[in-house]
């Protein structure tokens, strides 16, 4: 028998080693065809109630239940830019959500093409609406065209917000912002929303390449989407081509400050003509994976790292998509390799604008054109059982499921131990693993043993 100790330590190694190139085959399964309308986003608020929030271009952000069904609407923005590729683009949650209720929009503005965020607070009386009232400006980054927004926000274990903007638009990039040091636009922007400086309601992280400027990463045409591995703190990046290539970007978490990923002195690794002053290629991050854009397989779509626990054979394969074909890339490093497998989708499935993580780690696809959320699933799942809250083990509502796991845990089962915002599960009484159970902690989270009780592998 093992007691808790040596378990989890073996369980939470066993969970990064476990990494090979042997594909699986995705099966997506509909969870969401009605409520929505051009939906753009999907997300969650880390705060343990495993509601899905899903924004909408036109403005509106929904707020569904871990079991997809449409609570209510957030917010609807106003004053938002509708042309082209303009609209809401992001919504963010602020990783002490629980307690402070802010979050963060991002949409281009209606009229001058700015790209805009903001930060709200939730009501006081419903945790399904916003405060609209506490509306605080953090950016306007002026715009020149309608196209190229960029498009998405996300918080780094460092906790500062990180957004993505694109060149300022048309083609060619023609103002040369990719490469321009000072521009906002064709970047990362890294910036720290817990502070203000020189009148701004945000400061800049001194460890900024340069430590006045939000500018983080640079040479960037139109990033719509791209996230951080949830475990790792890696970036992928899916920067959408001009009219030779689609571009995957990846940088590890201790490399990402100032990396240059080339645009527009480069599109993907093929040199692209410019005004732009550039530097030898060293110079520049080159994709990890890259394909040629043609008339039904173009714009890139970035998304995630599967970290969720019902599908093994998917963890740590990176997903990413196209708008108009129907090819979902699973890229995944081996050794010092990256390998790639093309799966073909579905006739009908074009018009995929994100692929989002719910809270217990599971994917999302988002259709913006048939309005539908489809859930990333395979064959022979395993039974998940995720800890949320904070406290006692045995409170069913510290349970995703609103349940206490069996004891023994059967084969096939999972116990993982989430609890938001630095909760902390408490076991108080004996519990068994069942021989192909598995009990995993994630990373950062806290699991406590009270007095005798054990926690044992039979």
């Not at 906790?159 to 694109?166: A, F, P, R, V």
């Not at 800049?204 to 791209?226: E, H, K, Q």
Request: proline fraction near 6%.
């Amino acid at each position: 028998m093992k007691t808790y100790l040596s378990f989890i330590i073996f369980i939470c190694l066993m969970s990064f080693r476990h990494i090979s190139a042997q594909d699986t085959t995705i099966v997506l399964s509909t969870v969401i065809n009605s409520n929505l309308a051009a939906p753009i986003q999907l997300t969650h608020a880390c705060d343990g109630t495993n509601r899905i929030f899903i924004a909408e271009k036109g403005g509106r952000i929904k707020v569904f239940t871990k079991d997809y069904i449409l609570n209510d609407t957030l917010i609807s923005i106003m004053g938002m830019g509708d042309q082209n590729e303009q609209g809401l683009l992001s919504v963010v949650f602020h990783p002490d959500f629980k307690n402070n209720g802010y979050f963060f929009v991002f949409h281009t503005q209606e009229g001058t093409n700015a790209l805009i965020v903001d930060r709200y607070t939730i009501s006081a009386s419903d945790p399904d609406k916003a405060d609209v009232a506490t509306r605080l400006p953090i950016l306007n980054i002026p715009h020149t065209y309608s196209n190229h927004n960029g498009g998405e926000m996300h918080f780094g274990k460092d906790g500062y917000l990180y957004i993505s903007t694109g060149d300022g638009g048309s083609g060619d990039d023609p103002d040369d912002n990719g490469q321009d040091s000072l521009s906002l636009l064709g970047k990362i922007l890294r910036i720290n929303i817990n502070s203000t400086s020189g009148g701004n309601n945000y400061s800049i992280p001194a460890d900024n390449p340069n430590n006045t400027s939000p500018v983080y990463c640079y040479g960037l045409r139109n990033p719509f989407r791209w996230s951080f591995d949830r475990y790792k703190g890696d970036m992928y990046i899916g920067d959408v081509g001009q009219s030779a290539r689609e571009e995957i970007n990846f940088r590890p978490v201790d490399s990402i400050v100032g990396s240059n990923f080339g645009w527009d002195c480069y599109e993907g690794s093929l040199l692209h003509p410019t005004a732009a002053p550039c530097l030898p290629s060293s110079n520049y991050i080159f994709p990890i994976y890259q394909y040629q854009i043609n008339s039904n397989n173009r714009s890139v779509v970035g998304g995630n790292v599967y970290r969720g626990y019902a599908y093994p054979d998917l963890k740590g394969w990176y997903f990413a998509a196209d708008y108009f074909s129907r090819n979902l890339r699973k890229i995944i490093k081996v050794g010092s390799s990256w390998v790639t497998v093309n799966q073909q989708m579905p006739v009908d499935f074009t018009g995929i604008v994100d692929i989002g993580e719910t809270e217990d780690g599971e994917l999302h696809i988002v259709d913006i054109n048939d309005g539908r959320v489809y859930k990333m699933t395979t064959a022979n799942p395993k039974t998940v059982h995720i800890f949320t809250g904070d406290g006692d083990w045995m409170i069913p509502t510290n349970w995703k499921s609103g349940s206490v796991p069996p004891n023994p845990l059967p084969s096939g089962s999972v116990i993982v131990i989430k609890p938001c915002n630095n909760g902390t599960c408490q076991l108080s009484q004996d519990r068994t693993v069942s021989p192909g159970g598995d009990f995993i902690v994630e990373p950062g989270c806290h699991f406590k043993l009270e007095g005798p009780a054990k926690l044992t592998l039979d």
